[in-house]
Structure formats: structure tokens, C-alpha cells
């Protein structure tokens, strides 16, 4: 009934699962009532607000921020479907196997809601189309999101699934979308994308409850597991937030809607009360951890610098840091952000030499490196050095962005070799190493879908020199 | 000709590049490369720029081949220092 290659590892006699519990005693006609109510509420506000009127009313950064949640998070969502029915059959006790239904039925909702609200908005601005085709591209940032999707909810086991997806990723990370960017959203006047993902917050934090109860039997009976998982998770987790959540929040917010920095997002929902409940539960806090806590302050202003200057290789606009959002990240990174000023002067400079709208004049065009684990840019470390470390497997050369990522891959190798990167695909004459070609054909972007600046590089402190407006 | 796929550092910048490099072709090609790649990000003008590999600089007047650059190994540009030769 319960074979270990589907039910998951450690496997337990029965008698060990008895006593799961979790907080939450839902009924199933409880359930339809209260989700019915939810409904009701984003429709509402939905009809309230008129959506593309409501669009273009928005700033063109959170727009971009929008855009970016819009692609990464509703068919990732759509995987957990999967993941959470394959916990309806298989997890091993009955009060789990309920709650991963309801989960199930969460998930698909949490498809459905953003789809629904945000993928229409193509008909005013093609960007948005990438709600629908983001995962069923070869765009590199969809690549990095499906090798971990895939693997965490697709493919996990309803152990797995349970400590990755609901105690790592739900009850460590989702907090940082789903309220820290929710309360950043009602500054921006966004109260749809705020009634949206709030709504998809009351279920987060019911069927998160189905990690602890496993977490804490796994790590009662094998502790060495629970901390892997655990470890495992959270460094996936993380990178994938510091994406999405901390470029959204340090760098697409409005400068006159910013709160508390990312970072300090991250102090609060990760450090704080993240490692309290590991600390329950009698695991440690991961091995990496200084590494982390160098990399909340470094790795997503590394990645944005990057992708801003790789922007056509994605599907949503940025928008260059000027003086006064310069001053804001170094009062909130002092130890850190000083040296990615040079980048961003060396940004404003060209941009300053151009023509308004020649996005490629301040564009990256030599072919950007991938970690062989995560599949994101070789950008951890700090701009001094770079943290990449290139070792040898089975006779074949592999990069790792960190520390971690190596770590990772070299406990499951069986499960990560046989992928390709991105320059492996080029190497292997599999994708063009021509980056028009390459997003054209290969990444399935069309020029009026891929990213610019958002202003066309018109600022009104940057000073343009008398050449570029000749 | 075969090319020799490198992953490129260079002090200042925030991300990796692919260098692909021909067997006979000087480091000190590599490094003009390797500079006019992360030229968007780094500003390269007023800077003297070494090639390392493990921590050692390489001949500028070295070939790729010359210097046993491996396929996929890591180098990494960095300013040369007040002081350096």
C-alpha cells in the first residue's frame, strides 16, 4: 500500500506516524464555504478596480515586480497540485492524506486566482502573457525555476514534499511574497495584487501545517535526514526568493513606497522565526549559514546588476537605481552595497553617452554562466570575488555558484548530472551562442515582450552629454 | 580551429561570462576580451589587468595552449596592483 520509492524515506512502521497532528481540524464543507467567501473577495476587487484601468495606473516598476510573480509563481503552484495529490495516496497517515488534498485543492486555486487576475492584462501589454508561457519556455530564469519545481514538487516524495514545500518553503519563505510584498503592494496602490496574494495566504499558512508534524517524527527517527532535508531545501528556497521577493522589494518598489529593506524582511521571517522552529524541533540551523547571511546582503543586488544589464533576456522591465535609491540601499546594506556603485555608475555613464531607448548600448552581450545546480547566474559572492568554483565530476568539468550548490549537487549527483546548463546547451550546439538568436529563438522572447528599462533610460537626474543628443 | 570555453571573473563585476578562446591565441587577447565582455558593468579605461589562474598570473605573451588552460576552468581579470611588476 505504501511502497518506500513512493511514500518516502526514512520508512516507518505505521505505529511510528500515529499521533500526526496538526493545527488545523478543517472539514471539508468548512473548507468549500471559506474558500468560496475568498473568492468572492478578489473578484470583488477585481470588478472594483477594472484591471487594466488599474494597470495603467500602477508605476512601471511594480508593474515589473507583478510581472515577475506573475510568471514564476502560478503554474509552480500548479506542480504543488501534483505534489500535494501524490501525499493524498501515498503520505502515511490518514489526517496528512487529508490536509494534502485540501492542499491540493489550495494549489490549484493559487493557479488559478493569479491567471485569472493577471494574464488577461495581455491584451494591453504582451509581458503579461508570460503568466501562461513562462515554464513552457527555455528562458533561462524558467529553467533555474523548473530544475527546482520540478524536483521539489513534481518529483518529491510526500516526506520530501513535506519538508521542503510546506515546512522550508512555506512556513520559512513565503512570508516574504505573500506578506512582506503584499504590505509593500497596498503602498503602491496596488490593492489588487494585495487582495490577491493575501487571499492566497490564509491557505498557505493552513497547509503549511503538514510540514512540522513530519519534520518532527522524520527527525525523531532520523535526524541525519531531517537535517539534510532541511538544509537542502533552504538553500534552494532561498536562492529562488532572493530572485523573485528581493529584486521586487529592493529594486521594483516604488522609492516612495519602500518599507524595511529585504534584508530586513528576511531578518525577521527567516533568521527570527524560521530558526525558532527548527530550534523546537531539535535540528540545527544549516551548516551554511554564514554563507547565507553574506549572501542577504549581497546576492540579490549581484543578480540584479546583472540581469538589469542582461534585461531583453527576461520578460519584465527594471528600472535603474538613482541617487536617491542609491542612498537608500547604502543606508540599508552599509557593509555591502558601496561596491556595486561602481557597477551602477558605470551604467548611469552609458546610458548617459546614449540615446533614450538604445537599450543595447547598455547591454551585456558576451554569453552569461550558469551553476551547474541551480541553473541562475554565476553571481554569488560579492563584486570583489566571485564565489563560482569549478570541480571535476566523473572525468567532466561542472561550476557551482557556491558553496552550497556543490554541496547539493555532490549528496545526489545520480539525481543532478545528467542536466545542462545553459552552456553546456550552447557548447553542444543545443541553443545559439548569437544572443539575438538566442533570445529570439531559443528563450521565445519577441522584441516588444522582452525587457528594458523601464523609462528608456530617461531619468531626470541623468544628465545625457551633449553627443548622445546630437 | 577548436576554442576553449572559460569561465571568465573580473574584479568589480556582479556575474561569470563565457570567454571562448583560441588555442593559439595570446592572454593578452583574452584579457581584451575577457574586458570588453564585462565592459557594461566594469569600467575597464584607467586600469592595468591581470589574468590568473589559481591565484597565479599568467604571461600576457603566453598562448592559451601555452598557459594549459583547460576547457570550462576558471580565470579571473584583476586590477593589477600599485607596486606590481
Known amino acids: 500500500m505504501f511502497p518506500e520509492a513512493l511514500s518516502g524515506t526514512p520508512w516507518l512502521p505505521h505505529e511510528d506516524w500515529a499521533g500526526w497532528d496538526e493545527p488545523f481540524k478543517t472539514k471539508f464543507e468548512d473548507y468549500v464555504v471559506g474558500q468560496d467567501d475568498k473568492e468572492r473577495g478578489v473578484t470583488a476587487v477585481a470588478a472594483l478596480l477594472g484591471r487594466a484601468k488599474h494597470m495603467a495606473r500602477l508605476d512601471p516598476g511594480w508593474l515589473a515586480a507583478t510581472k515577475l510573480h506573475a510568471a514564476t509563481l502560478p503554474l509552480a503552484e500548479f506542480a504543488a497540485v501534483v505534489g500535494n495529490l501524490r501525499a493524498t495516496r501515498f503520505a502515511r497517515d490518514g489526517a496528512w492524506r487529508t490536509m494534502s488534498t485540501l492542499g491540493a485543492l489550495d494549489e490549484l486555486r493559487h493557479t488559478q486566482v493569479p491567471l485569472e487576475v493577471l494574464h488577461p492584462l495581455l491584451k494591453v501589454d504582451r509581458q503579461f502573457d508570460w503568466a501562461h508561457r513562462f515554464y513552457h519556455t527555455n528562458n533561462w530564469v524558467a529553467i533555474a525555476a523548473r530544475h527546482a519545481f520540478d524536483e521539489l514538487l513534481m518529483c518529491a516524495d510526500p516526506i520530501e514534499l513535506a519538508i521542503g514545500t510546506n515546512f522550508v518553503f512555506e512556513t520559512g519563505f513565503t512570508n516574504l511574497q505573500f506578506i512582506g510584498l503584499a504590505s509593500l503592494a497596498e503602498g503602491a496602490d496596488d490593492r489588487l495584487f494585495e487582495a490577491m496574494v493575501t487571499s492566497i495566504q490564509t491557505d498557505e499558512a493552513r497547509h503549511a501545517q503538514i510540514g512540522r508534524p513530519v519534520l518532527e517524527i522524520v527527525a525523531r527517527h532520523d535526524p541525519e535526514r531531517a537535517q ?14 532572493a530572485v523573485v521577493t528581493g529584486l521586487a522589494m529592493d529594486y521594483l518598489t516604488p522609492f516612495a513606497r519602500r518599507g524595511p529593506s529585504f534584508r530586513e524582511f528576511v531578518q525577521e521571517w527567516v533568521a527570527e522565526q524560521f530558526l525558532g522552529a527548527l530550534e523546537r524541533l531539535g535540528l540545527k540551523r544549516p551548516w551554511y549559514w554564514e554563507i547565507f547571511e553574506k549572501s542577504v546582503a549581497n546576492y540579490h543586488h549581484m543578480i540584479y546588476a546583472s540581469a538589469y544589464s542582461y534585461r531583453a533576456s527576461v520578460w519584465f522591465d527594471f528600472v535603474l537605481p538613482g541617487p536617491r535609491e542609491r542612498a537608500w540601499l547604502r543606508r540599508k546594506y552599509p557593509e555591502s552595497f558601496p561596491a556595486f556603485e561602481p557597477v551602477w555608475d558605470r551604467i548611469t555613464e552609458t546610458w548617459a553617452q546614449t540615446d533614450p531607448g538604445i537599450d543595447f548600448a547598455a547591454h551585456g552581450k558576451a554569453i552569461p554562466t550558469f551553476c551547474s545546480l541551480c541553473q541562475l547566474v554565476l553571481s554569488h559572492g560579492t563584486p570583489e570575488h566571485n ?11 561542472r561550476v557551482f555558484c557556491n558553496e552550497p550548490c556543490q554541496w547539493i549537487f555532490e549528496r545526489e549527483p545520480e539525481r543532478y548530472g545528467a542536466h545542462k546548463d545553459i552552456v553546456a546547451r550552447v557548447l553542444a550546439g543545443e541553443a545559439p551562442a548569437n544572443l539575438i538568436e538566442f533570445l529570439r529563438t531559443y528563450s521565445a522572447l519577441a522584441y516588444d515582450e522582452w525587457g528594458k528599462d523601464a523609462y ?10 551633449p553627443e548622445a543628443n546630437r | ?3 576553449v570555453p572559460l569561465y571568465g571573473f573580473v574584479e568589480g563585476d556582479t556575474m561569470g ?21 564585462a565592459a557594461p558593468r566594469v569600467s575597464i579605461d584607467g586600469h592595468q589587468w591581470d589574468l590568473l589562474v589559481g591565484g597565479h598570473v599568467l604571461d600576457p605573451d603566453n598562448t592559451v595552449d601555452g598557459a594549459r588552460l583547460a576547457p570550462l576552468q576558471r580565470i579571473d581579470l584583476r586590477r593589477r596592483r600599485a607596486g606590481a611588476p
Not at chain 2, 17 to 37: G, H, K, P, W
Request: glycine share 4%.
Open chain 2, 17 to 37: 561570462v563565457l570567454v571562448l578562446a583560441a588555442r593559439d591565441m595570446r592572454i593578452e587577447t583574452v584579457i581584451a576580451n575577457l574586458c570588453q565582455s
Open chain 1, 456 to 465: 528608456a533610460g530617461v531619468y531626470p537626474w541623468l544628465v545625457r552629454t
Open chain 1, 228 to 241: 539534510y532535508l532541511v538544509d537542502k531545501w533552504f538553500w534552494r528556497s532561498w536562492q529562488l526568493f
Open chain 2, 1 to 3: 580551429m577548436s576554442l
Open chain 1, 387 to 397: 564565489e563560482a568554483r569549478v570541480t571535476m565530476h566523473n572525468g567532466e568539468p
